[in-house]
Structure formats: C-alpha cells, structure tokens
C-alpha cells in the first residue's frame, strides 16, 4: 500500500541559540539568544509521487518565562516570540537524508521555549505523472500548527540550544482512493502530525545498503529502515541513489533496526546504540531472497 507501508518524516530543525560574543563577565547578562531554523526531510515514496509542497510563512515560540512574568511578555501581554515570517515555499521531498534547509538565524530573548507555532498555507502534492491535488489546511494557516516541546527547550546566554520537530510525512498527507496505483489516487487529505525533540538528548543515525553483484559492492536503492524502540516503530526511511540513509531526532537510547528491500532477504541489527549529539554508523550488505 502506498502510504501505509511507509512510516515517512519531515525533520524541521529549530534552534541553535548562540548569544554575542562577549567576557565573562558580560556574559551573565546576556538577554538574547539566536534562532537558526532548518528544514530537512526523510524519503517520500517517490515512486507515486514527485513533490509534497508546502509554504511555511511564520514561525512563532512561547517563552514560558514570559508567561510566568507578565510584565515581560511582548506586545498585548503574549509570550509568543515571532521567530520568522515571511514565505518559504518547500518541496519536502528535495530535503532528504540530512538535507536542511535554513529559515531562520536571528537573535531572540532568553528563557524556556515550551510550545512553537508553524504557519502553512499552499499545500499540495504532485504525482508522477503531473496530476496536482491542492490540500486544505486546517487551523494551520490560522491559528499555526501547535507542537509542544517536553522537555522545553532553555536559552541561555553564552550557550547553545537546538530543538528537532519531526513532520510526519506519511501521516499527514493522507491519500484518496485506490492506493494500488497512480490512476486510483483521487487526491489527499492533509492532517500535519509534528513531533518535537531536544537535540542534546538526540543523536543520528546513519550508513549505507549494498549487495555484492558480480563480486562488486553494489549501493542498493529504495530499502526500507526501519527503526524499532521496545518493539515500536519509531520511524522508518528509506536509502538514496548511493545506498546511504540517514535518520536524524533519534533521542539516545538502544534500538533495532530492519532493513528491508524487494527481491532480497531482510536483515536485522538488534541493540544498537544511539548517542546523544553524535551520529551512530551501521552498514547493511543485503543478499538475494531464496523465494
């Protein structure tokens, strides 16, 4: 089936926050941190579909200690810090395998950011063959697509920070019809589902696919990698045109991971280790099914 078989991810990357270059003793003081905003994305089934758009053209952030102190709220009382608005038109699918994309880099107040708000608006997905479904958003434009941060994410001068919302691509853009081919596709319903992780409790992972052909390492296109956590499915991606993949927002901790491509045998790592803020390597050589 065409969604239900992939469990896909947008990674939307929020936050490094690095504060003025400053002494010590200045440093304390410090009330601003930056914002540096990226985009990325895991695999889409590019077999059915070639873009899943969407414009992104305002980011907000509570600060929960704006909240806590009213008279350093922002304008009309809100804690919400806009961190960007203007309009970034994205095809989800060109930001794959760790792949970002930079939206916003500016300064912003210190504190604890609990919630962030992400506008969208033009949302569509193409299919292979140039049919084009316009998607309607719900709320998303209106009010922002709302994505809780537990634990919240701390600014502080001097310092830096970084925040992962993880877009579910496969369970937002819902697909109409008979998924059994491209001419049964009647269009998509879009339900944005984002998670959020703090990257200093998170890692990557990453490596390559290949098969031996011909008595020469071949990188093997399209395998599915699936990531487990207790025995459910964290999430899943897929190799590129040289066999690599890459999954990042993995929060550090012991996962099994299946690797699964037609025509050949799957394969399993078990007790694979993800560090906090470093990229965990595991290589997969597939060999041919005996069915």
């Given at each position: 089936m065409f969604m239900k078989n992939y469990a896909l991810t947008m990674l939307l990357l929020v936050v490094a926050l690095v504060t003025f270059s400053c002494s010590d003793d200045e440093s304390s003081g410090d009330t601003t941190g930056r914002f540096v905003v990226k985009l990325t994305d895991a695999p889409f089934p590019y077999e059915l579909v070639s873009e899943a758009n969407v414009t992104i053209f305002k980011i907000d952030a509570r600060n929960k200690s704006m909240v806590e102190d009213e008279s350093e709220a922002g304008d009309a009382g809100s804690p919400f810090v806009v961190?960007?608005?203007?309009?970034?038109?994205?095809n989800l699918l060109n930001l794959?395998?760790?792949?970002?994309?930079t939206l916003v880099n500016q300064d912003f107040p210190v504190g604890d950011y609990d919630l962030v708000r992400i506008y969208v608006t033009g949302v569509n997905v193409v299919l292979t063959d140039g049919t084009t479904y316009?998607?309607?958003?719900?709320?998303?434009?209106?009010?922002?697509i709302k994505v809780f941060v537990t634990p919240g994410i701390t600014v502080q001068g001097g310092l830096?920070?970084?925040l992962l919302l993880d877009f579910d691509v496969s369970r937002s853009f819902i697909p109409l019809g008979n998924l059994n081919s491209i001419d049964g596709i009647t269009g998509f319903n879009f339900k944005p589902v984002i998670k959020a992780s703090n990257v200093s409790t998170t890692g990557t992972l990453g490596g390559m696919v290949t098969a031996t052909i011909d008595d020469t390492p071949t990188?093997?296109?399209?395998?599915?990698?699936?990531?487990?956590?207790?025995?459910?499915?964290?999430?899943?991606?897929?190799?590129?045109a040289t066999g690599a993949y890459t999954i990042m927002g993995l929060t550090a901790g012991s996962y099994?991971?299946?690797?699964?491509?037609?025509?050949?045998?799957?394969?399993?790592?078990?007790?694979?280790?993800?560090?906090a803020a470093n990229k965990t390597t595991q290589d997969f050589e597939l060999v041919p099914s005996s069915e």
């Open positions: 961190l960007m608005e203007e309009e970034v038109e994205l794959t395998n760790g792949v970002t994309e316009d998607l309607q958003v719900p709320s998303g434009e209106q009010t922002g830096t920070a970084e990188p093997l296109e399209g395998a599915q990698i699936s990531v487990f956590a207790a025995d459910t499915l964290n999430t899943s991606t897929f190799t590129d099994d991971i299946e690797v699964e491509l037609q025509s050949y045998a799957s394969q399993e790592a078990e007790g694979l280790q993800v560090t």
